[in-house]
């Protein structure tokens, strides 16, 4: 059992990288990745919210959706956990590190539409994952998000010194960037 879940946690943080090999969550990947300080703050908030929304909506969908099979709701009951969830985790950062609250300024309430953060609590309930699964999942993928936009965010703070060709400059550079990345956690799909 603790195989299969040190197995299922590396593959959702490394081999299966929600962002670099599911192309999930983007946005605030590329939005966010611009200071390290930001980058680990942003990482910090989706392991919370990701972590937290899979324990929610697995006991959901087990004890509600499927009791009263009403399945058929899972995408709009995760929704609004979800946004429940955010909305906390704004209201927590606002009143006890105004300064993180700050720096991420219009991108903490895109973590209610990270679509991450939905994918990992569909990927939980379609791959009938039991609760502590879909927890280990959820920890795992979250983590390998914030391993890429820490990853992405030490980048981008280097590249800004170097002299890149004026078309490359910006996003360019950035995409690929992040393209070369996710080649290089290609060679992770060796591991298991």
Sequence with gaps: MI???IFLALGS??????VLSQFLGLCPFLGVSKKVKTAVG????????????????????EQLLVRFHIEYL??????LVIAALVQFLEMFLKRYIPSLYSALG???????????V???ALTNVNKSYSLLE???????????????????????????YNDIPKPFKGMPIVL????????AFCGFSGLL
């Design 3 to 5: 195989r299969s879940l």
């Design 13 to 18: 943080a490394l081999i299966n990288n929600v």
């Design 42 to 61: 942003m990482g910090t908030s989706v392991i919370f919210v990701i972590t937290l929304s899979s324990i929610v909506t697995g006991i959901l969908y």
């Design 74 to 79: 899972k995408t709009i009951i995760f929704i």
């Design 106 to 116: 219009v991108y903490l309430p895109l973590i209610t539409t990270n679509c991450a």
């Design 118 to 120: 939905l994918g990992v």
């Design 134 to 160: 879909g927890t280990v999942n959820g920890f795992a993928t979250s983590v390998g998000f914030a391993i890429s936009i820490i990853i992405l965010a030490g980048i981008r703070e280097k590249i800004q």
């Design 176 to 183: 690929i960037s992040a393209g070369l990345m996710a080649i």
